[in-house]
């Protein structure tokens, strides 16, 4: 059930007047209900992939509270003593879930990818089978949260659920199941246990917010779309400047693609009374492609910080590293070393969780590499900026910072879009060698698949868009600025954007809907 079909917005308005007529203790036995509904109705049989996350992670999450809970209870020498022991334990219990929740994921996304790979690399001398298995909608996303809720049982950061229909919905909880956010349990399953009553404004707030999240989607990141889709489609026939625009409308799209969906997604929570994370704060004016990053699918970040990059940071490799290359290095750079080798392989993870294809991999080389030179190289540009005589809050400097952070970024584009590794160099090669920059007012960009119109409303939506963001992140607040326009205004924000969908967006005759990008992941 698509986001943008109109079977999801009267599931949506059915399930917000049956939660709040519903009485308070029955609301989260519905919400269960309506959620594993949603899911089915994207395929029944893919709803076996999360029962197993749900119960293998369930279950360790008791067996891990109780090997918590009979460690605490020993005392004195015999808590020192079998300390190592409960650790033993504790980290098999971990181990044998991440095993059966990753090797699935690996089995589901990866395999066919791994076996192709594998026959090409030994010239079909090889040949493992290929597995014909229907890919579960956002997987990667429930299983990310339930594995996390596993290993903060395994830190001991809180009791485990012991009610598997409580905890069955804070993995399938339906606005979140699509594209995030991956959601803390501590943070999210309080929520869904709480008991809510109807208050107007979390319905407006919900409504306005899934309004702009469709405006985004609708009305941009759809259009631009099929302009992307005919160059990438046939990028041999292209001159560079034309590949240039596809990319530049490529970043368009997936900008508010991913923030218009993750707006829905909120929004429809907010008139349950839910706050999901946030998960999208306006990359477009971050100042480094790490500061990039941290605003970009936030939960991801934070999830690869608290489970990975820690993790990698205390392990025993890794702290070997660090302790020689102080010895024989020293200096900053030994220092940094261990943290930027961490860095590197949470953005390599972080290439491969978007897809099983080479570009990917290259991709997540491409940011670390990026990342952790920076990381490497901060006192070089720290000791440039001071002769210079720049001020770390220099307003030209942070102009270039974030000039130079769009370049990055506009080159990684090249990279996820492109359908082959070798097509991406292609093209960022003809971009360079074969401009042709008359073909952008010679007629040629009239060809692409939208009209002239179409360019004014992407481009006159998208300046709506980078406004609101330059403003909120002055530090002005939308919502609380329309809060003191009064009522009128407040439902005029809600209407008008709805108008220019009707208008721009599903009613105009040549629309073509599309599912959000992320829904692949």
């Not at 493992?128 to 909608?137: A, I, V």
């Not at 102080?326 to 392989?345: D, E, H, N, Q």
């Amino acid at each position: 059930m698509s986001f943008t079909s109109v079977g999801f917005i009267g599931f949506l308005a059915a399930v917000v007047v049956l939660y709040y007529a519903l009485p308070k203790k029955c609301q989260w036995v519905f919400l269960l209900a309506a959620s594993y509904g949603f899911y089915m109705a994207g395929g029944v049989k893919t709803v076996v992939y999360l029962l197993f996350t749900t119960l293998s992670t369930f279950v360790a999450g008791l067996w891990l509270g109780r090997l918590n809970a009979r460690k605490d209870a020993l005392t004195g020498p015999e808590k020192k003593a079998q300390a190592p022991v409960f650790k033993r334990k504790k980290q098999m219990v971990t181990a044998l879930v991440l095993i059966a929740n990753f090797g699935l994921l690996f089995a589901l996304k990866y395999w066919n990818f791994t076996a192709s790979a594998v026959s090409g690399a030994t010239g079909g001398s090889v040949i493992l089978p290929q597995l014909n298995l229907l890919m579960p909608l956002g997987i990667s996303f429930y299983m990310f949260q339930s594995v996390g809720y596993v290993v903060d049982c395994y830190r001991g950061k809180y009791k485990p659920q012991r009610n598997v229909f409580k905890y069955a919905l804070f993995t399938s909880f339906f606005p979140q199941v699509v594209q995030g956010p991956i959601s803390r349990y501590d943070q999210l399953s309080p929520q869904l246990m709480a008991e809510h009553s109807f208050h107007a404004d979390h319905l407006k707030y919900g409504i306005q917010l899934c309004m702009w999240g469709y405006f985004k989607k609708l009305v941009i990141a759809d259009r631009a779309a099929v302009l992307v889709n005919t160059v990438f489609g046939d990028y041999t026939s292209y001159s560079g400047s034309i590949i240039a625009l596809a990319v530049f409308f490529y970043c368009i799209q997936l900008y508010c693609d991913f923030s218009g969906g993750i707006d829905v997604t909120r929004g429809a929570a907010q008139m349950l009374g839910i706050d999901l994370a946030e998960n999208f704060r306006r990359p477009l004016f971050a100042t480094s492609l790490a500061d990039y990053w941290r605003r970009w699918h936030i939960t991801l970040g934070q999830w690869m910080r608290d489970y990975v990059f820690f993790s990698l940071t205390l392990s025993k490799p890794i702290l070997k590293l660090g302790k020689w290359s102080r010895k024989k290095i020293g200096g900053t750079l030994g220092k940094v070393i261990p943290t930027a080798t961490a860095t590197f392989v949470v953005y390599l993870f972080i290439g491969i969780w978007h897809g099983a294809n080479f570009r990917y991999i290259f991709y997540g080389l491409w940011n670390g590499a990026i990342i952790t030179s920076s990381q490497l190289l901060a006192n070089t540009y720290y000791r440039c900026r001071m002769k210079l005589k720049l001020a770390d809050d220099n307003r030209g400097l942070y102009v270039f910072r974030m000039v130079r952070t769009w370049i990055l970024v506009f080159l990684g584009r090249y990279i996820t879009r492109a359908p082959r590794l070798m097509a991406a160099f292609y093209m960022m090669w003809v971009t360079v060698s074969r401009p042709v920059l008359s073909d952008l007012w010679n007629g040629t960009a009239l060809t692409l698949g939208i009209a002239r119109m179409d360019y004014v409303i992407v481009l006159g939506a998208m300046a709506i868009v980078v406004a609101a963001e330059f403003f909120q992140e002055r530090g002005t607040e939308i919502r609380k600025w329309l809060e003191q326009r009064g009522f009128l205004v407040q439902w005029l924000a809600i209407l008008l954007p709805l108008l220019v969908l009707l208008v721009t967006g599903i009613l105009r005759g040549d629309y073509i809907s599309s599912e959000f990008i992320y829904k692949q992941f």
